[in-house]
């Protein structure tokens, strides 16, 4: 399974609502992942809903998402976690994304955006904790 996963590759210039590519993650260790969206560039008066979507198979997709990420209405990074452990059905995920448009000035939303994946590890359970550190010092 790679490290990093682009569900919306950095720097697409999103013109319509659409669908990124399905990513088999039925490798995962740890099943929970770090979400980042970057906004690099928009226009005024449009706003972007993103959304991760999973799948048994990765040909039919549930009616329901399994992330929504706050809508977007400006330029920066939005970070969340995915945690999918209690879903092992899941094996495929992809992201949505919705443009919408209340302005007159240019007739389609646009935004520039992108959105990565990072892999979180587990933890071991020889992995010392604050706690431990302290009983035993």
């Not at 992942?33 to 226009?43: D, G, Y």
């Not at 969340?80 to 495929?92: A, G, H, N, T």
């Not at 000035?105 to 990072?118: C, R, S």
Request: aromatic share 8%.
């Amino acid at each position: 399974m790679p490290e990093k996963m682009e569900l919306i590759p950095a720097h697409s210039r999103l013109e319509a609502s659409g669908d990124g590519a399905g990513f088999d993650i039925s490798a995962s260790a740890s099943r929970t992942f770090l979400c980042r969206l970057t906004v690099t560039e928009q226009i005024e008066q449009e706003s972007l809903d993103v959304s991760i979507w999973g799948s048994a198979d990765g040909q039919n997709w549930p009616k329901k998402p399994l992330l929504k990420l706050p809508q977007q209405f400006y330029r920066g990074t939005t970070k969340m976690v995915l945690d999918l452990s209690l879903r092992p059905e899941v094996k495929f995920i992809r992201a949505r994304w919705d443009l919408n448009r209340w302005g007159r000035v240019a007739p389609t939303a646009m935004f520039v955006a992108g959105m990565e994946l990072t892999e979180v590890p587990p933890m071991s359970r020889e992995t010392p904790t604050k706690r431990m550190v302290l009983a035993t010092g």
